[in-house]
């Protein structure tokens, strides 16, 4: 039955991706790509507009999504143990969107360094 809840989760986090690219907008694979520089410009403190608390949800969210623990059981309520997969999965996958995008003007505008901030 979890297989299932991530397979859901999965698909529905994928019609979100899908969604919100548009012509002119950077691709899936331009955002993917992404994410491990800005998860490096986060860590060195170049990048400051990813707080470390949401960084540390996205964290949450990935461990909940593979974790075999849920909080509402499939066994109990499926309807609702379905649900949190693909809540959180839909959260995820918007968040990181938006994230990457923020991210990747931030890099177009010449990765501008915040005054105190680690330099390579």
């Known amino acids: 039955m979890r297989k299932s809840n991530r397979a859901a989760a999965g698909a529905a986090a994928w ?8 012509p ?13 520089r800005m998860l490096a410009s986060r860590i060195r403190g170049r ?6 608390p949401r960084l540390l ?12 623990v849920d ?11 379905l649900a949190d997969d693909v809540g959180v999965a839909i959260w995820l996958a918007t968040s990181l969107m938006g994230e990457t995008e923020r991210y990747l003007e931030w890099e177009g505008q010449g990765m501008p360094y ?3 901030s680690v330099v390579d």
């Open 47 to 52: 990048y400051t507009e990813l707080p470390m």
């Open 71 to 81: 909080f509402v059981p499939e066994i109990f309520i499926p309807v609702l143990g």
């Open 57 to 68: 949800l996205f964290v949450l969210a990935i461990a909940y999504i593979v974790s075999p």
């Open 24 to 36: 002119g907008r950077p691709t899936l694979w331009a955002r993917a790509g992404a994410v491990p």
């Open 15 to 22: 019609q979100v991706v899908h969604d919100g690219i548009r």
């Open 114 to 116: 915040v005054q105190g």
